[in-house]
């Protein structure tokens, strides 16, 4: 299995699926899905399998999709070298690696003795952009009793992830030529602005995330050199936790700038999981590590009401990165820890 592990991910890594181009990847993965026996279904990008039948239902969810490959790189990035026990490729740790041991992992669990209970396995598109794909396949399946998202967070699970409010801040002032003086410089207050955003404080940490984060990132203001700008935008990006509603974010920011606020993005909300659930405990029991807040948005945000795990082989900080690459170790790894997930979620749920 380990060596049909390193094979299928390398075929994966070959076939270049940026955000919006998955058609090949998923051509590949249905092909995958017959030779392992599975019926698959496909819904424009997007696929999934259902293996076994009756009993709860657990979701199995990964992306296809990867970020732009980027210049700079000392491997080739769709090439899946392997090297000193590494496959490097864009898309080898995020997350086409836990989206291989995802499928060889409920393959195997159906293999032999299989658990009493219901498998949905999908692959899906545009995680890295919109949540498309994963928004627009979950009304199309068996409603799930529990999920798991694959992501690379070396095994251990995730039982909250911070959520993206992003924020614009429109300062207002009045133009004038540069050389006379007078107007009033928009800039100007919304450098006010940048430093009164600095005080906002939270209090109120969650137990998993911790406490939400504020910063401004991008910052537009003045069309030309010679004239006083009488208009400039700040972006606020604030990662969120579930203790907090969107609400009293926005007002804690109204609060200390002079600017108008206005919300661009609040769609992708924090979510979290009791550890007590049951999907929570089988991904304890199916490996050594401990619970953690996640800070990286997946398609979990897609999945709230159910309960919710994400766990995957590999390392987050690999993301998006120059050289990326998954040990062949962790893909082994990851296929049994999922694997062994299946049987322990269904044990607990009066299965096998």
Not at 222 to 237: A, F
Not at 281 to 291: I, M
Not at 298 to 319: E, H, M, N, Q, Y
């Amino acid at each position: 299995m380990s060596r049909d592990a390193v094979a299928l991910l390398r075929r994966l890594v070959q076939t270049p699926s940026e955000s919006g181009a998955e058609d090949a990847a998923a051509d590949l993965l249905e092909g995958t899905f017959k030779d392992l026996g599975w019926e698959p279904r496909r819904t424009g990008r997007n696929l999934h399998a259902v293996l076994g039948s009756g009993g709860p239902t657990l979701l199995f969810n990964s992306h296809m999709d990867t970020v732009p490959v980027g210049a700079g790189w000392t491997k080739p990035p769709l090439e899946a070298v392997v090297e000193d026990g590494r496959v490097y490729g864009r898309g080898a740790n995020d997350a086409k690696g836990c989206l291989t041991a995802m499928i060889l992992g409920a393959a195997a669990a159906f293999e032999d003795d299989a658990p009493r209970g219901t498998v949905v396995v999908s692959a899906v598109c545009e995680e890295e952009t919109t949540n498309r794909g994963m928004a627009e396949l979950l009304p199309l399946l068996p409603r799930p009793d529990a999920a798991v998202v694959g992501e690379p967070t070396g095994l251990a699970p995730a039982v909250a992830q911070k959520g993206l409010l992003l924020l614009e801040v429109m300062a207002e002032g009045r133009a004038a030529h540069a050389a006379w003086g007078g107007g009033d410089n928009a800039v100007t207050k919304a450098a006010r602005d940048v430093l009164a955003l600095e005080a906002v404080g939270f209090d109120r940490p969650h137990p998993a995330l911790g406490l939400p984060s504020l910063a401004v990132t991008q910052i537009h203001g003045g069309e030309r050199h010679n004239v006083i700008p009488d208009r400039c935008k700040l972006v606020v990006d604030i990662r969120t936790t579930p203790a907090y509603e969107v609400s009293e974010l926005v007002a804690m920011v109204q609060g200390r700038v002079g600017g108008a606020v206005t919300v661009r993005s609040s769609r992708l909300g924090a979510v979290d999981t009791d550890p007590a659930q049951p999907v929570v405990r089988a991904a304890l029991a199916a490996g050594a590590g401990a619970c953690f807040g996640s800070p990286t948005i997946s398609d979990w945000v897609a999945l709230k009401g159910i309960p919710t795990v994400k766990v995957g082989p590999g390392d987050s900080r690999r993301s998006h990165t120059l050289d990326e690459f998954l040990t062949i170790a962790e893909l082994e790894a990851g296929v049994a820890y999922y694997e062994r997930l299946i049987r322990a979620y269904f044990g607990l749920m009066g299965g096998r």
